[in-house]
Structures are given as structure tokens and as C-alpha cells.
């Protein structure tokens, strides 16, 4: 596997990291396969907590002052690329003239276009005060669920991202 290039920038376009790790990802399908099921797993969570987040951002995000989706948040980390390889998925293309402080590209009149389940993970796990105040609102039995859900998602996402590592340095060391 081709080494990704370090970057201390942490917001930044990796459409490059994305076609080497797609290119490992379909060169060894078959032995990635439990990674499928664990992303599939995340998906399938990720869709399931939309609806309580998506009850509360309808109220809070629709009356925000400063909305925090700005261009900068749009772009995937090297681990949402991973998840997105293991689903199959492919990562947007990038209108490189957007600016990073401009509202971001994904932000249409509905709210953001991308599926919760392939947007950059920051941007799930992202609840200012007033949204976290407003979902702590929510009876406390609807509140514990969707912290558990987002626990479990956590969790899996962590042992895709493990297995993940323990294959890509099986490949390195094939290639001493
Ligand atoms: S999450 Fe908070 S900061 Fe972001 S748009 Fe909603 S209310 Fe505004
Ligand atoms: S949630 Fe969507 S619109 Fe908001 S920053 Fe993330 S990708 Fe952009």
C-alpha cells in the first residue's frame, strides 16, 4: 500500500487519501470483509439516532445566529475514509472554490445534503450548548437510548478503525 502523505493540516480535501485507500479496500475485499459488516453496523446506527438529533436541530439550528457548518467542517478524515471504503461508499466530490470559512458547500435550505451516515464523523458528534440543553429536554429514558446508541456506534466505529490498522500493517510488513 502506497504510504498516505502527513499533513499537519487537520481540515483539508484527502479526495488522494481516498484513491489509495479505495485501491486497498478493492484489492483485498475479502479478507476487509468483517470491516463491511462492522461499517454497515455504523450505518445502521448512525441512521437510527438521525431522528432525535434531526427533532431537535429542526428547532435550535433553524433559529442559530451562527451556524457552525462552515466549509472547513465539510471535508472527511482519513478514518470517515476508511469507514467509507468499508461501506462501499464513495467520498463528494470537493468544490475546491469554496472557501473554508464559507458556509459549507453541503449546507442546502433542508439542512445538510449528505446522509448522516457518510458525513464526516465530527459533524454527528458535534452539539453546541443550546442543541445538547435542548436534547437533555427530551424525557430522560429517550435521552439514555440515544447516548447508548451513540456509545455502541462509538465502540464499533473504534474496532472497524482497529481492524483496519492490524491489516494495513499485516500489508506493510508483506512489503519488507
Ligand atoms: S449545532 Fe449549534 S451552532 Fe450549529 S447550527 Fe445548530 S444551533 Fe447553531
Ligand atoms: S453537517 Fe453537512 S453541511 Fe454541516 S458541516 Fe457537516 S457536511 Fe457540511
Not at 502523505?5 to 485501491?23: F, M
Not at 464513495?90 to 468544490?95: E, F, G, Q, S, T
Amino acid at each position: 500500500m502506497d504510504a498516505i502523505a502527513p499533513s499537519t493540516a487537520e481540515y483539508r480535501d484527502r479526495t488522494e487519501d481516498y484513491l489509495v485507500l479505495e485501491s486497498f479496500f478493492s484489492r483485498r475485499r475479502r479478507a476487509l470483509g468483517p470491516l463491511a459488516t462492522l461499517a454497515a453496523e455504523v450505518a445502521g446506527l448512525t441512521e437510527t439516532v438521525s431522528g432525535f438529533i434531526q427533532e431537535h436541530t429542526a428547532t435550535v439550528c433553524t433559529a442559530c445566529a451562527k451556524v457552525c457548518c462552515i466549509n472547513r467542517h465539510s471535508y472527511h478524515e482519513t478514518a470517515d475514509i476508511i469507514y467509507l471504503c468499508a461501506l462501499g461508499e464513495k467520498l463528494p466530490a470537493y468544490d475546491k472554490a469554496v472557501a473554508d470559512t464559507e458556509p459549507c458547500q453541503f449546507l442546502g435550505e433542508r439542512g445538510c445534503a449528505i446522509r448522516r451516515s457518510l458525513r464526516p464523523y465530527r459533524c454527528n458528534w458535534y452539539f453546541c450548548t443550546p442543541l445538547l440543553e435542548h436534547m437533555q429536554s427530551a424525557s430522560a429514558r429517550e435521552y439514555r437510548r440515544f447516548m447508548g446508541l451513540m456509545t455502541e456506534l462509538g465502540r464499533k466505529r473504534e474496532a472497524l478503525l482497529d481492524i483496519y490498522g492490524e491489516a494495513e500493517k499485516e500489508q506493510s510488513s508483506l512489503l519488507l
